[in-house]
Nanobody, 123 residues
Framework: QVQLVESGGRVVQTGASLKLSCAASGLTYGPYDMGWFRQFPRRAREFVAS????????DYADPVKGRFTVFKDDDQDALYLQMNELKPEDTAVYYC????????????????WGQGTQVTVHS
């Protein structure tokens, strides 16, 4: 049973930095690609960033390029999202996601999800 638990979300001011963490367990049938998504109130969840299982390839949504960095620690089964220069429009619930690397999925489609962590950026 794959479980993803996010942490690190909190209230910050515009321009601040924040690092989100995702602790993964049950990644038995690996390897796994992993990603971050976010959801604004009354809107669908949207892609933020992803990293392939080996860590060689990353992908970012345009609004966060140059400000956010996604990386993983395979030894710890952990995924991170370093967020810099935060803006009020980054306020959302952030979700960690995982999918098996060698199973077909549509682009940015994931099979396992965490419960989310709230990030609030005040102006």
């Amino acid at each position: 049973q794959v479980q993803l638990v996010e942490s690190g979300g909190r209230v910050v001011q515009t321009g601040a930095s924040l690092k989100l963490s995702c602790a993964a367990s049950g990644l038995t049938y690996g390897p796994y690609d992993m990603g971050w998504f976010r959801q604004f109130p009354r809107r669908a969840r949207e892609f933020v960033a992803s990293v392939t299982s080996g860590g060689a390839t990353t992908d970012y949504a345009d609004p966060v390029k140059g400000r956010f960095t996604v990386f993983k620690d395979d030894d710890q089964d952990a995924l991170y999202l370093q967020m810099n220069e935060l803006k009020p429009e980054d306020t959302a619930v952030y979700y960690c996601a995982a999918r098996r690397t060698y199973v077909y999925f549509r682009p940015r489609e994931y099979e396992y999800w965490g419960q989310g962590t709230q990030v609030t950026v005040h102006s």
